[in-house]
């Protein structure tokens, strides 16, 4: 079984009160990391720290700017307000708290129970209310959603997308919780509706004060509604920032592509669109280095090429029956990836002859236009009678802030490390 | 722009538990040759609904066509569908549907022969509209089998020996590089001299052998196609050509049955100004070789004096009715009677000639009746089939890598061999738009073929659209609820609302000024990245309310509880659509002009 990383070495704070916008294309791993936050699902590593004092934060960020990497030996602080190591008991009795608004309405509310006894739920099951206070509670709670008490003894499949929607809202709401997850909560919802749901959303924050982190793929409703956004690609955080700031100055070359993939509603504008070539990487193997240079327009040489980039043109270009270029080697038998190494060899050993050739041909190529592949090898070498293409180390760019509280993690801008060659 | 495509009062409905269910009601559209035309509106609106029936996908019962016309390439799509379904009302609930299985059959026989080759659709979920246990690239294939049969057996007939040109080809698929250029290299030399593909990228690859050696192998693949193959192309071939004819003949007669409503709204001094100044019609009386058109004196005379009255035509009457049509060609009319070649003067009528039939030939349909019943058994039996149809989708395989090129899938050999399920969304959608231009369509329907899609990948399906548009020229009738899209792609938007079209205008007017308070509501509606005035938090303009259960429509016009305009005429009498500027057309109390004196949005 191969190991998938839907979500790897993500750092994220929420302060309260606000709303903080988590943007990526589907396989992301945004629904994961939504998740997460709220215990669905157990991280493999790493914790989840909820409802710390403001001047505790501080210190708790300076000790994970120390000692980061060392996730074995959580300090006594972060245990205090861990909740991924809470017993099952202590975290049920934080649930009320915490809250899911999902996807889809057609799927995320019971189809046997009556609204009554949906929006009651969670009140009963928290052990918050008697069943009595919990219905009186519950219809309330449907009319502060915008629906009314009739409502109350339907069953779901009566209302249209909006109105369950709002159903799924009001159940999220009526444990008087602190915090919601709204995991994509409009998509499934046309553009009316969808503004009547957005402005239902802020009204509810303004009044009690929420906290929200909005996982959707839509950035126009991210701009509408969120403080701040994380950009999420393969797993990865690779941009964080206030809004604005995002909108108006985005960095990261993905997010520049995806600001520029949506769509105008306005036909006199016409803007320069940035057009991401392939498809997201499959996150069982994800490509190494920046995770986003296979893609990337402003991809550099250092960017995290490895030998798998170029195996499948190697099996051409220093093949000298496809190519002429490469007649003076002999039949080529086998393309090996080692580490950082690609390995050539050859029906007989290789001399140096053979090996001043191939560094010719990877000279030739790494001048054509998409050569940058090729630019990134190192040093042709032989190495016991084949012949080795050395790679830079990869190494994944940090998370570092370029300006006030714009993180991104890219090698284009100054503040990030650039990596060095292999120890 | 001359329209490819009209649709006039187009009506669908289904049956349900609850009682009859108009999903679309009364529809005109028009679609010009290599335009793209918008239908934007919410869901439950009818904008799949009008692009199925156009499709004639409906299932039939519980839905039904109930009426309307769809002109496309010179025949009525819908002729002689009031026979297919026959409605027999019940004292208690919905009337009771009754399809009569030989006119179905006849009438999906007969839209097989339009669809995909004249116009194709790509379906909103494309994992849900490939079928996950065949390959992708025999799913392409069939398609092309189905619509370009007579060419590929062309071209299983013109298999010949390998020329040096041919050898030169492959000596250079041999050496190139880059893999996108070998593929391009052996596509065309699969194509010119009658090989796989795939074998032509076997031998490439077998580099044990020498390139001389591989000619020389190449050589024994090529050749002339087996004697049995060649019999049965040409049987496939010419059995293709009768059946096209077949239907052809059947359906012109029956669009020319239909042309009477067409006639009615030709004459009719409100729908087209062109009538204005000739006499009323009184009657039509379409007949075998010649629609007849009866006329009236004068308008004020009543309809009891039609019987023993009427005018009698004279050789103006019969100029202007002539002019009449001259003028409309290249509009909407023009596509409706473009089969008509002369205009006569009869002792009562102005008859519009069609072109004579041919005699009926005995002989040439006894063939026709005993092929097709030979092909029928003979794909009766699974192995035959295979045997035969084999070399046939051989040959359509250089067509479905062309395909798979057109739309820019990477490395479409290997896409060729896999399942749906191994691609992703993006690519199923690019093999259902490959599937939608198989046939070489002059429409293609795209119903919301970007909603299932992450942006970035819309972004690039968008492109490719754009991309195709210009290469192919064929029209695109794009649905779709984002006006966003819309605004990227389109020419011509239509709105729709509740099963009916509320405004159809060139897409820069549309959104520099939208008439219908339902296109205002919309557009005011819309989250955007660019936001107007709009500071970010602050409440977002809604259109109140739900679209109406369509069960049981509003009074009047179908928005007005949801309007903030709406007045009381807008709940008693139902707007009909009018051109207030020209190019655009509104269904709106508040742009007719006899009331004009309500107040303006």
Redesign the interface.
Known sequence: MAKVHAVDSVDLAIHRGETVALVGESGCGKTTLGRLLLRLIEPTQGDVLYNIPEEEYERIRGERGSDSGDDGHASDLVRRYSMSRLRRRSMKSLRRFLQPVFQDPFTSLDPRMLIKDILAEPLIVNGIATRQEAYELGAKQLQDVGLRAEHLYRFPHEFSGGQRQRIAIARALVSEPEFLMLDEPTSALDVSVQAQILNLLQDIQQKQGLTYLLITHNLSVVRHMADRVAVMYLGRIVERAPTAELFANPLHPYTKALLSAIPVPDPSRRRERIILPGEVPSPINPPSGCRFHTRCGFVLVHCGWSPRDIATIATHLFDPSRNPDAADLTKLEEVVIQGDRLLLEYHTPATEEHRQRVERLVKARADLPDGIRFRAIQQVALDDGRIALEFLHPMEPSLDEVSNDHFVSCYLYPNSTVPGRPK | MEPILVVRGLKTEFTTSRGLLRAVDGVDLDVGKGEVLGIVG??GCGKTVTALSIMYLITQPPGRIAGGQIWFRGVNLLAGSEEDVRVRPRPKGPPKLIPSDSHLKRHRARMNKVRGRGMSMVFQEPMSSLNPVLRVGYQVAEVIMFQRRQELCDRILSHRSLTAEDRDLFRQA??T?D?AERDRIVAGLSARAGLRADKVNALIDA?RLS?DERIQRLERLAGRPRRADRWWARFLKRLDAMEEAHVAREWARLSRQSLGQAAIDLFDPNKNTAARGLPPLASVSPREEALELYFRASPDRGREREQEGGLVPTEDLRAAVGDLLRTSAGGPFGVMFADVTSVARGERAIELRFPARPPFAPGAELDYLFRRGLYRFLLLLPIVRTLLMRPVEEEARGYVLDLLRLVRI?EAMKVYGEYPHEL????QQRVMIAMALAGEPALMIADEPTTAL???????I??LLKDLRKRINAAILYIT????????LSDRVAVMYAGKIVEDSP??DL??EPLHPYTQ???E???????RQ?E??S?????PG??PDLLNPPSGCRFHPRCKFAFERCRLEEPLLLSPSPNRKVACHLYDKEAANVRAP
Do not use: C, K, Y
């Open positions: 919410e869901s041999i050496v590089l893999p580099s390139i990477p992703s969304g993006g690519m992450d942006v970035t990948t819309q972004a690039q968008l492109w609820h984002d006006l966003a899209v819309i605004a990227e897409v820069a959104f520099r509501g919309l557009l509606s819309i989250v955007s990245t660019e936001s709009l970010p938090g409440p977002l303009p809604t259109i739900v679209v």
